[in-house]
């Protein structure tokens, strides 16, 4: 029996049970349902959609294809919402509010990524063939943990922690939104994506901080991306990699290998940052503001 054949029986049967006794347990029927909706997400929304696009690989308009499957994403995210709204007024006047359970309240973000993700963004001429297949694939492997992770990054800003006892860095990692307003050209910060630890240095960084880091100048180094990062005998050094150390614990099944970039490193910075920062407005691509006013008016315009 497969773990939907259970989450479809169990549903079934407190349904009936509040039919027959309790008119007004439709209060703790759509609790019931959010609780169910987060457990099958991950299978019945983001996995049937990678292997949908897995599937228009092989066809010639790859572009095309793709862009099927973004629209697919955006329609089965505004039926889930209307269904849950639907529910929801029975018991409650909303008016015309975008409304949706707490447990989900960041699945119009997950999607925004997931659309703008390596495996599901741009066409042929955008992205290669080679990348779609290997980001595909990971989505496709990975635990629901992970590949959220993964199609929406951990970002942190560093400079600031280091500046606290060791023992206490892991508590003063904030996780910051994917934006562009939330990078300080004085800041260091760290990208998290579950496999590798993208370093970004602001131009206006404290250079005793970055040379403390790095273990070398950059006037004598000049090219990052040949930058191996070890601890040096320093107070900042040593910090920066507990930090790196108490990320790694937190899920012990990868490895991340960090890569540094500096702000104004083209085209470095923008493949490797830029394209993650999933919340603004890229080539092509609503910012996160416009895709939750486009899901609004598309659950009001479908009745």
């Known amino acids: 029996m497969t773990t939907q054949t259970v989450y479809t029986f169990k ?13 007004s347990g439709w209060i703790q029927l759509l609790q019931l349902w959010s609780q169910i909706l987060v457990k099958c997400i991950i299978k019945q929304i983001l996995v049937p959609l990678c292997q949908c696009w897995l599937e ?70 955008d992205v290669s063939l080679d990348e779609h297949c290997a980001a595909g694939f990971s989505m496709m492997i990975l635990p629901a943990r992970r590949l959220l992770n ?85 107070n900042h050094s040593r910090n920066f990699m507990a930090v790196l150390r108490a990320l790694r614990e937190r899920d012990s099944s990868c490895y991340q290998l960090p890569r540094v970039v500096r702000q104004g490193e083209q085209p470095r910075e923008g493949f490797l940052l830029l394209s993650n920062l999933v919340e603004d407005q890229m080539t092509g691509t609503s910012s996160y503001m416009d895709w939750i006013l486009q899901i609004h008016r598309q659950m009001r315009s479908s009745g």
């Not at 549903?11 to 008119?23: A, F, Q, S, T």
């Not at 308009?61 to 929801?88: A, F, G, I």
């Open 56 to 125: 228009s690989v092989s066809k010639n308009s790859l572009s095309d294809k793709l862009d099927s499957v973004r629209q697919q994403l955006q329609l089965k995210l505004v039926k889930s919402l209307k269904e849950y709204r639907n529910l929801y007024i029975v018991q409650h006047r909303i008016g015309g509010r975008l409304i949706y359970p707490e447990s989900l309240r960041y699945l119009p973000l997950y999607i925004l990524a997931l659309c703008k993700s390596l495996a599901l963004c741009g066409g042929y001429a």
């Open 150 to 234: 993964f199609i929406y990054p951990s970002l942190y800003r560093l400079d600031e922690a280091l500046a606290v006892e060791p023992d206490m860095i892991d508590g003063a990692l904030k996780r910051l939104p994917l934006t562009l307003q939330c990078l300080d050209t004085a800041g260091l910060y760290l990208l998290d994506d579950g496999f590798t630890f993208l370093v970004w240095l602001g131009r206006m960084l404290q250079p005793e901080l970055m040379n403390d880091i790095l273990g070398v100048s950059l006037s004598n180094f000049p090219d990052l991306s040949k930058i191996q990062l070890r601890e040096c005998d320093n």
């Open 11 to 23: 549903w079934r049967c407190y349904i009936h049970h509040l039919l027959v006794n309790d008119v």
